[in-house]
């Protein structure tokens, strides 16, 4: 069992910058960073596996940057320009197996979620 906690979330304005946090009870191969938007389903954002090699959603691609501190067992998500479009709950995830895809129903443990909100 993994334990996911989000923090960091907030409203700031477009063009803006948050850097989201996960605390995490042990890291899986896989761990990722997901978002559901009201009316929208969740949408992979960013993942990292345990080789440190990262994958991104073309929206957030150049402005976003997840990584991970071993030692905190945190994993962080770094999101620079930000746009109303971004708004939406914001999601740490875990994977035990592969591949490491951005696919929600393959992530086996989820946080409760940490709202960012971009206004315009």
């Known amino acids: 069992q993994v334990q996911l906690v989000e923090s960091g979330g907030g409203s700031v304005q477009a063009g803006g910058s948050l850097t989201l946090s996960c605390a995490a009870s042990?890291?899986?191969?896989?761990m990722g960073w997901f978002r559901q938007a009201p009316g929208k389903e969740r949408e992979g954002v960013a993942s990292?596996?345990?080789?440190?090699?990262?994958n991104y959603a073309d929206s957030v691609q150049g402005r976003f940057t997840i990584s991970k501190d071993n030692a905190k067992s945190t994993l962080l998500l770094q999101m620079n320009n930000l746009e109303p479009e971004d708004t939406a709950i914001y999601y740490c995830?875990?994977?035990?197996?592969?591949?490491?895809?951005?696919?929600?129903?393959?992530?086996?443990?989820w946080g409760q979620g940490t709202q960012v909100t971009v206004s315009s």
């Open positions: 990292i596996v345990d080789t440190g090699r990262t």
């Open positions: 995830a875990a994977r035990r197996g592969v591949p490491c895809s951005l696919v929600a129903g393959r992530f086996n443990y």
């Open positions: 042990g890291f899986t191969y896989c």
